[in-house]
């Protein structure tokens, strides 16, 4: 049999985790050819209610399910690791100021980076969910030198899938006829999908939405999709950021279909003028296990003022964890 990959989940008691971690068990996260051994990391709070959906886990009796092990350690809960999803994020609560939000979860990201530097395995890739993706990425990614920083990302690709629904919705065609949609920047409310290279059945995208619609429409719907599920669910967006993890761990390691791109948060480059370093948001394809950045678009003056107030945002949260002596 072959030799199972180890997937550390972080947050593995929360909403995320609990729509994450049967999925990834069923094999839909490396493919149906591959076992899996769970690392699920927790906060010794949450440490019982891990225990409890490992129970389940094990009443499903998945066949590529080679393990589960609960951490409240993260050195230990990264050793080994392949793929680490971290999920479990301090959230924003009442009163609290941008400043102690970067200040709560870089006492989470440095450490979870410094032990993934210590001791995950030579092929380690990390998908970085809980919020400030970006920024938390980064903050995990500077404490982890000796890892190659292209091997640090976050996730927008549920800001793509939304994205791709909306404007199926709109053009009356199947999701499986849009391509090449791109999300640039934050995943916040600055992020910008663009639909200016997007296809709808092959044909271009702009000649079937006006320029109103995507302004006053589909930008603002897609960039507070969160908070509108927030608000009609009372509770954040949990299977589909599963699924969308999922997807983009998929991706990284399977490749992306021929010719296609997708949305990820990956280091920057210096393509398209994003300052080398921030993980931001760009076309991406997926080969030979590697995001690479699509390269030669045509940018125009509204897509480079949207990307550009995004990048910015990116900015301002690297120079603040950069003052408070987090990275
Ligand atoms: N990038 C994206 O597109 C999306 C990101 N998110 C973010 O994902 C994160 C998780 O969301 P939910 O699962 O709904 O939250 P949740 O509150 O249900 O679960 C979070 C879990 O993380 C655990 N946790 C906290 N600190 C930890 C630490 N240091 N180590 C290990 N575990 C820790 C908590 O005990 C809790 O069980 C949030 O930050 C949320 O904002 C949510 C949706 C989409
Ligand atoms: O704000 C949140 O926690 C949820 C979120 O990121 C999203 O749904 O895009």
Redesign the pocket.
Known sequence: MTTPVNVTV?????????ALLFRIASGQLLGADTPVKLRL???P??VK??EGTAMELEDCAFPLLAGIDIF?D?KA?FEGANVALL?????RTKGMERGDLLEANGG?FGP?GEAINAGAADDIRVL????P?NTNALIAQQHAPDVPAERFT??????HNRALSQLAAKTGAAVSDIADLTIWGN?SATQYPDVFHATVAGKAATELVDQSWLESDFIPTVAKR?AAIIEARG????A??AN?AIDHVHDWVNGTADGSWTSAAIVSDGSYGVPEGLISSFPVRAKDGKWEIVQGLEVNDFSRAKIDASVAELVEERDAVKGLGLI
């Open positions: 972080t947050g593995a008691a929360g909403q995320i985790g609990y990391l927790e906060i709070q949450g209610a891990a409240d993260p809960g999920v479990g994020a301090r959230p989470i979870q970085v969910v809980g919020n993706a976050a996730m927008t690709r549920l800001d995943h969160g509770a954040s967006s949990a589909s950021a969308a």
